[in-house]
């Protein structure tokens, strides 16, 4: 309780933009809405807040039971750069996941900076090579997850409504914000040099 309080879970539960309730039976498409989160908070991988694409990804299986407990129960990994061949055209998916409860794949691919919404058009494609090529007659539609760096929620949404595919768009944070009340009491860069200043040890006076 205290961890997910800490990490606002109840603000960040079922907040990514998706074009879900447009795409998804109910009450399939809830349940999936229910899934998402925004933002994903990857401070756990120890990166800066500058790190590039490829780096986030290995970060993310380095650590894969955290990232695991981020995504929440349901998720089973299947692998990384997933290899698909299309038309003789080789192509690579960030990472693949199955969800036990929604019962479908979840492919999920990571922008390094703000989204854009020809990102879409590159996961609806991963979507519908799933679907002809790994998806099981009794599973559920894949589902896509984009992550990137920011995103216009407007933008966003717009792009998602356009495509006939289930997905969903969410941020991510590699650096957690402090609490405002913390981040308040906590004394500035200058406090901290004249504190240090003023413990260092006068140098002894020259004696004649």
């Known amino acids: 309780m205290e961890q997910n309080l800490a990490s606002r ?54 650590h894969i039971t955290r990232f ?18 299309v038309g003789g055209d080789e192509f690579f998916i960030d990472l693949l996941f199955y969800h036990t409860r929604l019962k479908c794949y979840v492919v999920i691919e990571i922008k390094g900076g703000a989204f854009k919404p020809e990102h879409i058009g590159q996961l609806n494609f991963y979507l519908s090579a799933i679907n002809a090529q790994v998806k099981a007659p ?13 995103k216009n929620s407007i933008v966003a949404q717009y792009a998602v409504n356009g495509i006939e595919k289930p997905i969903g768009i969410a941020e991510f944070d590699l650096l957690r914000d402090l609490p405002v009340p913390l981040a308040e009491n906590l004394p500035s860069i200058e406090e901290i040099e004249a504190e240090f200043a003023g413990d260092l040890p006068n140098e002894p006076e020259a004696q004649s």
């Open 9 to 62: 879970l109840h603000e960040r539960q079922g907040a990514a933009v998706t074009n879900f309730a447009l795409r998804l039976p109910p009450p399939h498409s809830a349940l999936a809405q229910e899934t998402l989160k925004d933002p994903y908070l990857f401070d756990f991988l120890g990166l800066a807040d500058d790190a590039h694409e490829r780096e986030i990804e290995n970060a993310l299986i380095r």
């Open 68 to 85: 695991l407990i981020e995504l929440d129960s349901g998720f089973a990994y299947v692998g990384r750069q997933f290899r698909l061949e």
């Open 138 to 150: 009794d599973d559920k539609p894949t589902i896509g997850l984009l992550l990137c760096r920011s």
